[in-house]
């Protein structure tokens, strides 16, 4: 009984910190690295260090809280973000070498699916219910900068990590 409240207290300290974490880049971060996607960073790190299925459940917690940031109606960034993981989750199974160069790989894979599946929201409520211009979506010279300052964040932490923890990845299949 201890152990669950105690991976329940690490679990919602570790959420609000990746909330808390999120806020302060959009906030407090110069132009360009404010488009540091943390929340979305931090689901591909438990892709890959957590290698196990039950970390998918924090994909519609953290976007839940990021929702009231969101200019997008309730709901939709928490959708985004599971189809998002669960995608990129399964395209992890295909990996078998876990060097940095897989490793970005992954990142622009999960980034460019986020990416997607958020434009083609914003489109779809433009189309069907005429509530976002056009105009109001970024061009694709800003989309292109958030993914790679993403990809390269995720990089820069991945490498880090590597460094510093040594840790080994471990592949686990989803069932």
Same mark, same amino acid.
């Given at each position: 009984? #201890?152990?669950v409240i105690k991976y329940l207290a690490i679990s919602a300290a570790t959420l609000l910190i990746i909330f808390l974490a999120q806020v302060a880049a959009?906030? #407090?971060l110069p132009y360009?690295?404010?488009?540091i996607n943390v929340t979305l960073l931090s689901l591909l790190w438990l892709i890959i260090y957590r290698n196990n299925h039950g970390f998918i459940w924090l994909s519609p917690i953290i976007p839940i809280a990021t929702d009231l940031f969101s200019s997008l109606p309730f709901g939709f960034a928490? #959708?985004?973000?599971?189809?998002t993981i669960i995608c990129t989750r399964r395209i992890f199974e295909i990996f078998s070498?876990?060097?940095?160069h897989n490793i970005f790989i992954l990142a622009l894979i999960g980034i460019i699916l986020?990416?997607?599946f958020a434009y083609a929201t914003l489109w779809l409520i433009h189309f069907l219910f005429n509530e976002i211009e056009p105009a109001q979506l970024p061009n694709l010279i800003s989309? #292109?900068?958030e993914i790679f300052i993403n990809a390269f964040t995720f990089l820069i932490a991945y490498l880090l990590s590597r460094i510093f923890a040594r840790r080994k990845i471990y592949y686990q299949p989803m069932m």
């Open positions: 009984m #201890l152990s959009i906030y #407090l360009p690295f404010n488009q928490a #959708l985004i973000m599971i189809i070498n876990f060097s940095w986020y990416k997607f989309i #292109l900068s």
